[in-house]
């Protein structure tokens, strides 16, 4: 065992004897007011957050990784989908990147609060870095928070409800809370990753909260999303909707297994995986990072699959580079 490994036993064994109620719940219930209740209430934050660091390590044996820019995503398949490629994107680009997904199939934001709570074993969790892709299964999202110091956490609601404003609150701000209090990076970002419409004639079910049309659930989920970042003050719309709504718009894209989906909703393994992921290189690393990098040119890599050819990934990164540009509205 590694001397750090050692020294972090130790140090956890102390503040465990030192501070033993340091439950997330009952981080602020000092019950002193004015200037000392505040700085013993920053020490037991400060505290805390130690304490979930080493007892993670203990738990996973994660140990924090190297320099890059660092990126989780709490959601669903399709935040699976919205990362898939996310990495080898960044790697063609010159980017280091280390890319987390935590996933619980279908999962809305109610129910992502119920498992932080409860400190649930409820998740896979995928990490890509330099070395690859791992999968890491019966993780808690505390798991996947302190795993690394995040620079972003995207958050999106199921697909089905992205719809519908009214799903998504009080659960985000919760969440949202719940992360800045776990995040060890105090200069974090959250983002929103906005999800796509299914395809025209999708079979699933919950297609009926939007008549069934697929334009009407685009403009619903643009206008939750937007509410979203209004009411919660998070800038950073990650537009995978409209990316996808844009190759949609094009009829060499559009072709792509059904409308680009492999089953009327998640998205084909290929190309519309790629799209994607170019948007999220593009808002992330290029906008947001302000990282001096032309899409189109500088990166050379595209999924190896029968569905994309250098010809389509060049119309992919169209769609994705106008998406970012125009987040809230199709480009023809």
């Not at 064994?13 to 505040?38: K, Q």
């Not at 304490?51 to 699976?80: H, R």
């Not at 919205?82 to 999962?107: P, Q």
């Not at 896979?124 to 870095?129: E, F, G, I, P, V």
Request: some cysteine; hydrophobic content about 35%.
């Amino acid at each position: 065992m590694k001397k750090f490994t050692l020294i972090l036993l130790v140090i956890a064994l102390l503040f465990i004897h030192m501070v033993p109620d340091y439950s997330y719940a009952a981080v602020n219930n000092t019950g002193i007011t004015g200037v000392e209740g505040e700085q013993i209430n920053q020490l037991k934050v400060l505290t805390t957050k130690i304490i979930n660091i080493i007892n993670n390590m203990l738990d996973t044996g994660y140990v924090p990784s190297e320099q890059a820019i660092k990126i989780l995503s709490i959601g669903n398949s399709f935040s699976q989908d919205s990362v898939y490629y996310l990495n080898e994107i960044a790697k063609a680009a010159g980017v280091k990147v280390i890319v987390g997904n935590l996933y619980n199939s279908g999962c809305s934001l109610e129910r992502h609060l119920k498992y932080a709570k409860s400190d649930e074993k409820a998740y896979t969790y995928y990490k890509w870095n330099s070395k690859g892709m791992k999968e890491y299964k019966n993780k808690t999202m505390k798991n996947a928070i302190l795993d690394e110091d995040w620079d972003y956490i995207t958050l999106q609601q199921a697909s089905a409800e992205s719809g519908i404003y009214d799903t998504f609150q009080p659960y985000l701000n919760e969440l949202i809370d719940y992360i800045e209090e776990l995040s060890t990076n105090p200069d974090l970002k959250l983002a929103l990753n906005m999800t796509w419409a299914y395809a025209s004639k999708s079979p699933n079910n919950n297609f009926d909260y939007y008549k069934r049309n697929q334009i009407t659930m685009y403009n619903s989920i643009i206008d939750a999303y937007k509410q979203a970042s209004d009411e919660t003050g998070i800038d950073i719309i990650i537009p995978c909707g409209t990316a996808i709504q844009n190759a949609r718009n094009n009829k060499y894209l559009r072709t792509s297994a059904d409308e680009l989906t492999s089953d009327g909703y998640h998205l084909g393994y290929g190309l519309a995986r790629y799209i994607v992921g170019l948007t999220f290189f593009q808002k992330i690393i290029v906008e947001n990072e302000n990282i001096d990098i032309n899409l189109s040119k500088n990166v050379a890599f595209f999924p190896d699959t029968k569905d994309c050819t250098e010809e389509l990934a060049s119309l992919a990164k169209k769609a994705a580079i106008n998406a970012v540009k125009n987040p809230f509205e199709i480009t023809k």
